[in-house]
């Protein structure tokens, strides 16, 4: 069964620091995701990107935020200076056609900020 | 303001039962609406989905049902079983493909041998 991949699963970073979290969507997908999950809280979307470019972004995706589709099969978020608070489980999904179809989720990567 | 209501933190049932788990919403038009799995420290796996102008979907032990009136969805387990305890969590979907999936809190679900 097709599946998104994400790595690393868990990344520390000191504060201050740049991190990429990296996704392989599932090849036949249109739309991609990230989601965060901070520990004990809903899911919360970050950002969707369509046809190489982002079509929409929640208000947790500021300026230190970015994402790229470099290659045609990576997806990454990247947080250019982490923050405590940007501590959280980060979740890739992607899915055919939006959300008139389902989601499929990666295992995410837990990022520690110190 | 937009809300979404999963009106149980916690489950717990005895195996065998039938869990019902319920998922409200205020100051949302969904088009599409679905429930997920999630177990600890994973991503969510998709269950089921129900469109607007569906009342009733099933899948195997599952049921959802789904009432733009008063804006619920009803999500049932029959015939539990201790593997089926997780989190499950509703998400609602709006009709432009781009906008994504806001979810609620979830249910944690524990069901009791």
């Known amino acids: 069964e097709p599946e998104v991949t994400q790595t690393p699963s868990h990344q520390v970073t000191q504060m201050g620091q740049e991190v990429i979290l990296r996704c392989v969507p599932i090849s036949n997908h249109l739309y991609f995701y990230w989601y965060r999950q901070i520990l004990g809280q809903k899911v919360e979307f970050l950002v969707s990107f369509y046809n190489n470019e982002i079509s929409e972004k929640s208000e947790i995706f500021d300026d230190q935020f970015s994402v790229e589709r470099p290659d045609g099969s990576n997806f990454t978020l990247k947080i250019r200076s982490t923050k405590l608070e940007d501590s959280a489980m980060y979740f890739c999904?992607?899915?055919?056609?939006?959300?008139?179809?389902?989601?499929?989720f990666g295992q995410g990567t837990r990022l520690t900020v110190v | 303001s937009q809300k979404i209501e999963q009106n149980s933190e916690a489950l717990n049932i005895q195996e065998g039962k039938t869990a019902t788990l319920t998922c409200n919403y205020t100051?949302?038009?969904?088009?599409?609406l679905q429930w997920y799995r999630q177990d600890p420290g994973r991503g969510p796996v998709f269950l089921l989905l129900i469109r607007e102008n569906e009342k009733e979907k099933r899948k195997e032990r599952l049921k959802v049902t789904f009432d733009t009136t008063l804006k619920q969805s009803l999500f049932h387990i029959t015939a539990s079983q201790p593997a089926d305890s997780a989190t499950y969590l509703c998400a609602l979907g709006q009709r432009s493909g781009n906008t994504p999936l806001v979810f609620g809190k979830g249910t944690r679900l524990s069901v009791i041998a």
């Open positions: 999904a992607s899915s055919e056609r939006g959300t008139s179809t389902e989601a499929f």
């Open positions: 100051n949302y038009s969904p088009a599409y």
